[in-house]
């Protein structure tokens, strides 16, 4: 069974500085990973996916994340943060092999960013 | 990606009342997909809905609560039947993209009183 764990329910980062949102999987078929972003009030957007290609994905807004399959980790990175970042932020796995859209989402990370 | 749209985008109702949700698309689809996201917490995926077949639905999730239609390609339905105060979430719709990504709808807000 697939599975998705996010480190840290909540993240505070000042504007400018490094963003990481740790992100953790199991799967035992090669998976597809998704970082998404729910801004208040608004649903779900694609950051990125990752989908066996090159292992480090670059996605919207700057944001980028590198899969490690020796860690099954997928953590998202942003080199500085701004303001608009704060929001809350999902990591995602599913069945790559099967072309099923059976999504697993993560428990979610919400990002402050302070001035 | 597509462009989904959702209504309502919120309501409140009381107890024991029920609230179709509406969601339409831009594009044929073959899979449609419910999601309940409860105050505070992650998505949990409701049921998948095909067009001209029944839905399937996930675990701890039944058709008599949450009965789905799915008249064509680019529209679907959820409804919350006899709604309790636990029913109070964000329900959400999506189609998936070709590498299994989710595009989503703004979701539906609804409170239960």
């Known amino acids: 069974a697939q599975s998705v764990t996010q480190l840290g329910s909540h993240v505070s980062v000042s504007e400018g500085a490094l963003v990481l949102l740790r992100c953790n999987y199991s799967?035992?078929?090669?998976?597809?990973l998704f970082w998404y972003v729910q801004y208040p009030n608004q649903g779900l957007q694609l950051l990125l996916k990752?989908?066996?290609?090159?292992?480090l994905v670059k996605g919207i807004n700057g944001f980028e994340a590198e899969f490690k399959k020796s860690e099954t980790s997928f953590h998202l990175t942003k080199p500085s943060a701004h303001m608009s970042d704060a929001a809350e932020y999902f990591c995602?796995?599913?069945?790559?092999?099967?072309?099923?859209?059976?999504?697993?989402f993560g428990a979610g990370t919400r990002l402050f960013v302070k001035a | 990606s597509a462009v989904i749209s959702q209504k309502p985008s919120r309501d409140i109702c009381q107890r024991g009342t029920s609230l179709t949700i509406q969601c339409q698309v831009d594009?044929?689809?073959?899979?449609m997909f419910w999601y309940r996201q409860q105050p505070g917490q992650s998505l949990t995926l409701i049921a998948t809905?095909?067009?001209?077949?029944?839905?399937?639905?996930e675990s701890g999730f039944v058709i008599d609560k949450f009965p789905i239609s799915r008249p064509n390609l680019t529209f679907s339905t959820l409804t919350v039947s006899n709604m309790s105060p636990e029913d109070s979430s964000i329900y959400l719709c999506?189609?998936?993209?070709?590498?299994?990504?989710?595009?989503f709808g703004p979701g539906t807000r609804l409170t239960v009183l």
């Open positions: 594009s044929q689809v073959t899979m």
């Open positions: 809905a095909n067009q001209g077949s029944e839905a399937t639905y």
């Open positions: 990752y989908t066996s290609a090159a292992t």
């Open positions: 999506s189609v998936g993209g070709i590498n299994n990504e989710q595009f």
């Open positions: 799967s035992s078929v090669p998976p597809y």
């Open positions: 995602a796995v599913s069945d790559g092999n099967t072309g099923g859209f059976k999504t697993i």
